[in-house]
């Protein structure tokens, strides 16, 4: 039995010669394709910054915030600054006016130039003194007078708000202040100029009544400043209608504490205040 006969693979590559004689080269086969490797996971940057925006956002949010917020309260607070400065400001040009307008309301009345009332009385050690917190004044007076608080006018149209009369005493009754006549004080709620007119034509109408025992007119008015304050001496005259002696009265109104005071002696001397006493009264008036 014959071996078989190895019959050539017409499908496997013919081996082929190098040129020129040399040695053949290796049967090419076909390779199997190339599995792809498996790659390596790479960031995706792009998709990375897009979810780092949102935290870029909101830090850039929180910033302006900051800066809006702080403006805002910068500005509020130097606001209030400015309003408060402002506010001092005003209340001290309220107070400075409040001030001028003491002292123009303290020379009411006034239209020349004026000299102070001469105070030339000490107040003895003897004297007693007369206090009124509500009216504010106080007033010495010797230890043989004594006083009299007279109840005011309860109408509307009555502008005094306080009166007193001294009295001198006779024994044990006291009697009108002798000699050189009487002497009192009153207050007016009125400033120096009103008052001034309320004496001079509603008190001397009074007196010229067809009830009154005299006839009383305007002799005098003098501007003073007394201790200080704005003041007019009136004077006037009273003559009796059934012929007696002519008595004279003067009246040292004096503005003080937004009101009128004023101190009235009458006497049968052309000058009541020329009496030693009285005029030691008068200038122990002190106002509170």
């Known amino acids: 039995m014959q071996p078989d006969q190895i019959k050539p693979d ?5 081996p082929s010669l190098s040129p020129a004689g040399g040695t053949p080269s290796a049967p090419k086969f076909d390779e199997p394709p190339k599995q792809p490797e498996p790659s390596q996971a790479k960031p995706i940057i792009g998709k990375n910054k897009s979810s780092k925006k949102p935290l870029l956002w909101t830090l850039i949010v929180i910033i302006l915030l900051v800066l809006v917020g702080g403006g805002i309260y910068y500005w509020q607070n130097n606001k209030l600054k400015t309003a408060n400065q402002t506010i001092s400001a005003l209340q001290l040009q309220n107070a400075y006016l409040t001030h001028q307008l003491a002292v123009a309301n303290q020379k009411s009345g006034h239209t020349s130039a004026t000299a102070a009332y001469p105070i030339t009385q000490t107040t003895p050690s003897t004297y007693k003194t007369y206090s009124n917190s509500s ?24 502008p005094i708000t ?33 008052a001034l007119s309320y004496y001079q034509q509603a008190e001397v109408t009074d007196y010229n009544s067809s009830s009154s025992a005299a006839t009383y007119k305007t002799v005098s008015t003098t501007n003073y400043t007394f201790k200080g304050y704005p003041a007019t001496l009136l004077t006037t005259d009273s003559v009796a209608k059934t012929g007696g002696a002519t008595t004279y009265e003067a009246n040292m109104l004096v503005y003080a504490n937004k009101q009128t005071y004023n101190f009235f002696s009458a006497s049968t001397n052309a000058d009541p205040f020329s009496d030693q006493t009285v005029s030691t009264v008068l200038q122990s008036l002190k106002f509170n």
């Not at 017409?10 to 013919?14: G, Q, R």
């Not at 009295?167 to 120096?192: D, K, M, N, R």
């Open 10 to 14: 017409i499908s496997a590559p013919t």
């Open 135 to 158: 009216a504010q004044f106080s007033i010495a007076y010797p230890p043989t007078w004594t006083y009299k608080v007279d109840p005011t006018s309860t109408a509307s149209n009555d």
């Open 162 to 194: 306080f009166q007193m009369q001294f009295y001198g005493s006779t024994g044990a009754v006291p009697t009108v202040f002798p000699v050189p006549g009487y002497a009192g004080l009153s207050i007016t709620s009125q400033s120096l100029s009103q």
